[in-house]
């Protein structure tokens, strides 16, 4: 009897740790999960409960072995919340290297604060997050939450290699739907992993474990392209209260339409009269729509205010209209409603703004941080940036270029693209005349045009003040020295996108002086290299997202005295990445002009890992070869 | 006589009709027709008319409140100017009490059709956000805001505060046309006003006093068996401090790029409270020298108890030290003990957050816990140790004396003659060495009695950065060599810093980035963990592109990766100091072995540059000895601070130093 009530004693001890407990001990981590990584996660698991349309319950519990400062962002012991979700519990345990528990955090030593950025005026969004002290490394964090919330539109996806440097041990999935909601699920990338799944009509369960910590590589895939995923919504669901059913994008469009978008146009009488006077003389749609955008940029101003059904609700446009501000849903509205004041359709287009990231066009939920307008007229697609008071007409830019987006109409969702700026758009081409002194210093007058993307990259520079402009100039050409402005002046023609920089500077030792000879850099201004660091081991593909063209034409004139003793070679390289032309020559017959003409053109385009060290060399032979130089010789 | 008095009268007038109106609402045409400031051409808008009062209100029921009100008119030129629309008001709050901000009242003004027309800011553009326990933030946004626009607010805190008045800000990244402040102080407050020493701009201000009388009715009730109530009518005269302040043109702080706390330069007016005196109670002082302060932080802070608490270490620290009798060995196992054993929670504060008993059971603390536990673990084992109160650079530097001038605090171990400071917060600081955060103006140093004395947090031994290139050429140009880097003191710290803990080929990446195209091997570094001895790190290279042959001359640039190419000042003029991070001594030296088959035919030339009477130093020097050629760069820094004055001097002598390692040597075959 002792021996069975030993055992039983015995049992009692192992099972609960064997069930809910785990080895947080560090030596307990694979080896392979080592390697790149600055946490792992030892084990997460979401639950999701749909209670009902508009009711969800979602239990996380989330363990993450940290190894030094830079995993430490990974702990993730936090959870948003806001008037229509709630925190029901949160709690963390701290673990030391050997798995041993040293602290425990409740509740209410969780820190509070709100979500408001500085561009932000208003949002209800807040957080509450775990702020702890980490003495020693490797520590293992565990973190338990349970929220609640009315809006079942957005279902977590599970996403468990969330970021690079960071491998997962265990990672769990569980949807559970007991009212059987009809729901849809999409698996992405999940082939060759250790994967257990067992799916029913009321519910998902995934359960993965050991995937390696994946290095970020320059140029190379956004992770969530190749990260395994699965994506999950309902169809019949509920946002802040308001009920939706959407199975595809066509009725998700729809729902937005009807629930967000609809009956908040209205515009005051007196607006609609001034624009009817403006836009009385324009002849075409797209003059009308450029009046009118010019209106909009010249009345309004952009500021984030997150408010209504979730933050996903346009403010009503004569609301607009009255307080000339708005966040980017508000502002676009309006434009919308003017346009459509002087008859002329537009539809607003809910975009990722920022690095190039598509609405997925197979799977339909709440998806996009930012909306634009698209305007269809019978020549071209127009597309408005409604947020700038600055953008030229039917310019997006970096911002929102090339992608997949969803439009709203009132028919539904439709997925369509954004324009791509092509290689031979995004050009930038200078003319610059330099006189050359005996001493290698020099006078130079510069004019550069600059078209599609570098247009934005550039034109802002025109409201900076003076002494700014100075250090922008002098900072990205840093190779000129002692470099002085005589003239900064600026041409932003905004009707063709072109920025025109017009500048007379002078600096000193361009050329270096070699005895009676001095040797003169042909290639003025740098060509625009890529630093790519060396990587013998290239894993990922190499991406270039956008294409530039490249023009230079440099006209020397030699110092009085002197004449040329030689030049450079010219020189092709041509290959899939782009191209690089550059022509040395001498102009007329008494010799004193040097012509340097240059085209450097690097292609958009997606390559295979492989690619990378030929690409590397393509940029070491460019900056080599723009080293050049003349040699100038004193009578 | 009468004819000066009517002209006098008359030119006043003038004045008058030509003034702008600054009522509130009494926007005219003209400021909203204003396409550029007539001065400032460049602002992106401008402060028409500020007022700022201050003054206390009594009431019998609450008591005092301080109140803040603010009117300000403000021009918006561009569209660089709109953020000018969007005001925050931040407040404070502890537990109980909180400040209010009320009474917002705001109109934009616009020409819509040649007329003036204006625009109410309604509730649904003001919003209130806590945005953690002790700050609240009250949002306001201008309606219908477009280029040319001229908006106009004003609104009211009131404060529990009574003790703090806060800055009134005399200057703003925008132009003031006209400012006016008036602050009324009653005499309960011994307040001094203080202008902030680092802006050029001082103005006159008017201080008067004014007698004020406040009459209030006192109910008294007397208990007994029947209770009579009595009101009474009292008053209570007392005189107020005046504070008037009127400015017209006041100059945009100008915003430079490599200036951190622009506001620190800003001109404002700080309030120090010295003494409190009310009716009926004694005269309540509060620190008025540097003296004083650190003596009250001593006493009432409880530093004093902490740097004297024993008894939770006792055993520990013995068992350290055990074996160990040379002093130095033993500060250097407490430092290391201490550094080791609690982690800074990265708040900091000279007061001791958690007490030093518990940051050591909890082996966590802030920066009070962590070095006041040193100073008693110092103590303890005979060594003469202090705490040193300190400013933050992030804190900047007190204007007068107060116990919010410090805001963090180190240890001090003194000796017959020199004093080592001591910070276990930073686990890269050797003993003497402090983080940048702490080497901040003086520190205040508290002995055992409680008398107390300046001590300089500048480092007072130059640091060193020590760069040997050995290498050699091959007929292809491509130049093979071994770089050996020695680095001390806080250049050692600095890199520990930065690179210790990442792993070998990421810093590899971050070591080949910028030296062109270059293959580095066979790295080492040795002593990077070793805290407070030097790092030495070696490598090997091969560097290609940097030797060109044009018309049978061969061009290097000796300096190759080692020089400065490019002048790290870029602004053309400044207005603020600049400040360095430490006193260093850089030193380059380049040994090329000429191949045979080669021969140089010209060096560049050797240079010394000063600067400002030896504040730095720049020596450049080529020779060439058979076929060894040496080059040897060394610049040294000893100031940490340059005025704004000093700003041309400064970048012409980086001038120099970019154009001397620009120079190439030239070869040719021989």
């Known amino acids: 009897m002792r021996k069975i009530l030993l055992f039983l004693f015995v049992v009692i001890q192992i099972v609960p740790s064997l069930i809910f407990g785990q080895d947080y001990a560090i030596s307990s981590i694979e080896p392979n999960l080592l390697s790149n990584a600055n946490s792992v996660v030892r084990n997460q698991s979401i639950e999701i409960s749909v209670l009902s349309k508009d009711k969800m319950r979602v239990k996380t519990k989330r363990v993450v072995t940290v190894f030094n400062e830079y995993g430490e962002q990974h702990i993730g012991a936090y959870d948003f919340y806001d008037d229509h979700s709630k925190i029901k519990s949160q709690e963390a345990i701290v673990y030391n290297s050997k798995g041993k528990e040293i602290e425990k955090i409740k509740k209410r030593d969780f820190q509070d604060r709100s979500l408001i950025g500085s561009n932000t005026l208003y949002s209800d969004n807040r957080l509450s997050y775990l702020s702890y002290t980490i003495k020693d490394y490797p520590i293992t964090i565990a973190y338990e939450s349970e929220i609640e919330t009315n809006s079942t539109i957005f279902i977590q996806s599970w996403n468990p290699l969330e970021n690079y440097n960071l491998s997962v041990e265990k990672s769990s999935y569980k949807l559970i739907n007991p009212n059987a909601i009809p729901f849809r699920f999409e698996e992405r990338n999940l082939e060759g992993l250790e994967l257990k799944k067992q799916n029913t009509g009321a519910g998902l369960n995934y359960e993965v474990r050991n995937i390696s910590a994946v290095k970020s590589e320059v140029f190379s895939p956004n992770l969530s392209t190749y990260a395994p995923r699965v994506l999950v919504a309902l169809n019949e669901f509920a946002l802040v209260g308001v009920e939706g059913k959407a199975s595809n994008w066509k009725e998700l469009g729809k729902w937005q339409y009807e629930y967000l978008l609809k009956e908040k146009m209205e515009l005051p009488r007196e607006t609609i009269l001034k624009l009817n006077e403006l836009t009385s003389n324009a002849v075409s749609n797209r003059e009308k729509a450029e009046i009118i955008y010019n209106y909009v940029q010249e009345n309004t101003r952009y500021i984030s205010v997150q408010l209504g059904i979730g933050g996903w609700e346009p403010m009503l446009a004569k609301e607009v209209d009255e307080l000339g501000y708005g966040d980017c849903k508000a502002l676009t509205n309006y434009t919308k409603a003017l346009l459509e004041s002087q008859g002329i359709p537009s539809y607003y287009t809910v975009v990722y ?264 060399e393509f940029m070491n032979q460019i900056k080599s070869y723009t080293n050049q130089k003349a040699v100038l010789v004193s009578n | 006589m009468k004819h000066f008095y009517i002209l006098i009268v008359s030119l006043f007038s003038v004045c008058l009709l030509q003034a702008q109106d600054y009522k509130f609402g009494k926007v005219s045409k003209e400021e909203v027709l204003e396409k550029e400031h007539p001065k400032y051409k460049e602002a992106n808008a401008a402060v028409l008319f500020r007022k700022h009062l201050v003054y206390y209100d009594i009431r019998k029921n609450t008591g005092l409140t301080l109140v803040t009100v603010v009117h300000e008119r403000i021009k918006i030129y561009n569209k660089e100017g709109l953020d000018w629309a969007n005001k925050t008001i931040t407040g404070y709050q502890n537990g109980s009490e909180s400040e209010e901000v009320s009474a917002i009242k705001g109109y934009t003004y616009n020409i819509v059709d040649g007329k003036l027309v204006e625009e109410k800011l309604k509730r649904n553009g003001v919003f209130k956000e806590e945005t953690n326990k002790y700050k609240l933030k009250t949002k306001f946004t201008m309606p219908a805001v477009s280029e040319g626009s001229v908006i106009e607010y004003t609104y009211t805190i009131r404060s529990p505060f009574v003790t703090s008045i806060d800055d009134v800000p005399l200057q703003f990244e925008i132009p003031v046309n006209r400012l006016e402040a008036e602050i009324k102080i009653p005499e309960f407050f011994g307040f001094r006003m203080h202008y902030n020493p680092k802006s050029p701009i001082v103005f006159p201000i008017d201080k008067t006093k004014e007698s004020f009388t406040y009459n209030y009715s006192q109910k008294t009730r007397t208990t007994g068996r029947t209770v009579q109530t009595d009101y009474k009518q009292r008053s209570l005269d007392y005189l107020l401090d005046f ?329 053309e003029d400044r207005n603020y100091p600049i400040f360095f991070d430490f006193p260093t001594s850089n030193d380059k030296i380049i040994n090329i072995l000429i191949p045979d088959g080669y ?30 050629l040496r080059v040897e760069s060394s610049l040294d820094m000893n100031d940490m601070v340059y005025i704004a004055q000093d700003y041309k001097a400064l970048k012409n002598f980086y001038a120099e130093m970019v154009n001397k390692h620009s120079e190439a040597i030239v070869l040719s075959k021989s």
Request: charge should be negative.
């Open chain 1, 353 to 616: 703004g920022g690095d190039k990231n598509n609405i997925d066009p197979e799977f339909a939920s709440m998806q996009g941080n930012h909306v634009i307008l698209n305007l269809p007229l019978a020549e071209e697609d127009i597309w408005l940036e409604c947020t700038s008071q600055t953008n030229p007409f039917n310019y997006l830019g970096d911002f929102t270029d090339d992608r997949k987006v969803l439009k709203i109409t009132e028919d539904g969702g439709e997925i369509i693209s954004t324009p791509n700026y092509a290689t031979a758009a995004n050009l930038r081409e200078s003319f610059v005349e330099i006189q050359l002194d005996e001493s290698g210093g020099f006078l130079a007058e510069i004019t550069r045009k600059n078209h599609g993307i570098p247009y934005g990259d550039i034109y802002s520079i025109e409201s900076l003040k003076n002494d700014h402009q100075k250090i922008y100039y002098r900072e990205n050409w840093g190779h000129l020295r002692e470099l002085q402005f005589d003239k900064i002046a600026f041409e932003n023609d905004r009707d063709s996108i072109v920025f025109t920089e017009k500048l007379k500077i002078k600096g000193a030792k361009l050329a270096m002086q070699a005895g009676n000879r001095l040797l003169v850099p042909v290639n003025f201004l740098k060509a625009k290299t890529f630093n790519l660091p060396r990587n013998e081991s290239r894993k990922h593909p190499l991406v270039i997202e956008r294409g530039k063209t490249y023009k230079d034409h440099f006209q020397f004139t030699l110092p009085a005295g002197f004449k040329v003793e030689s030049i450079p070679e010219p020189i092709t390289i041509e290959n899939e990445y782009g191209k690089l032309i550059m022509e040395t020559s001498i102009v007329e017959e008494d010799e004193t002009k040097l012509d340097v003409k240059r085209i450097l053109i690097l292609e958009e385009g997606n390559w295979k890992s492989s690619a990378y060290n030929s690409y590397r």
């Open chain 2, 243 to 571: 504070y008037k302040f009127q400015k017209d043109d006041i100059p945009p702080l100008k915003k430079e790029v490599y200036v951190d706390y622009l506001q620190n330069y800003a001109a404002y007016l700080r309030w120090e409270l010295q003494y409190t005196k009310f009716p009926n109670s004694p005269i309540e002082s509060f620190a008025s020298t540097w003296e004083d302060v650190a003596k009250s932080i001593y006493n009432d802070a409880g530093l004093k108890q902490e740097v004297n608490r024993t008894g939770f270490f006792d055993e520990d620290l013995d068992e350290l030290l055990a074996g160990y009798k040379d002093n130095a060995e033993k500060l250097a196992k407490i430092f290391m003990y201490v550094k080791s054993k609690i982690a800074w929670n990265d708040f900091v504060g000279f007061q001791a957050e958690s007490g030093t008993r518990t940051a050591y059971k909890d082996e966590k603390g802030n920066t009070g816990d962590i070095n006041l536990l040193l100073v008693s673990m110092l103590r303890y084992a005979g060594f003469n140790a202090n705490p040193v109160l300190v400013s933050t650079k992030s804190h900047g530097i007190p204007i007068f004396p107060t116990r919010n001038g410090f805001n963090y605090v180190i240890a001090a171990v003194e000796n017959e003659d020199n004093i080592l400071l001591l910070d276990a917060t930073d686990k890269n600081a050797a003993i003497g060495e402090l983080p940048a955060r702490a080497m901040n103006w003086q520190g205040r140093i508290i002995r055992e009695d409680g008398t107390s004395g300046w001590v300089s947090l500048m480092p007072n031994a130059k640091s060193q950065n020590t760069t040997m290139l050995n290498m050699q050429f091959d007929d292809n140009m491509v130049l093979k060599g071994k770089s050996v880097r020695d680095l001390s003191g806080l250049h050692a710290k600095e890199f520990r810093d930065r690179y210790v803990g990442l792993a070998e080929k990421d810093y590899l990446k971050i070591l080949e980035e910028d030296k062109g195209n270059i293959v580095v091997s066979g790295l080492d570094i040795s002593k990077e963990e070793a805290i407070g001895e030097n790092i030495r790190q070696t490598y090997n290279f091969e560097l290609r592109d940097e030797m060109e042959e044009i018309n049978g001359k061969i061009y290097l640039k000796p300096m190759v990766f080692a020089g400065l190419h490019e002048n790290p000042f870029k602004g």
């Open chain 2, 599 to 628: 021969k140089v035919e010209s060096l560049p030339e050797s240079a010394i540059v000063n600067l400002k009477e030896g504040a730095g130093v720049f020596k450049f020097v080529a020779t060439l000895n058979g076929k060894f």
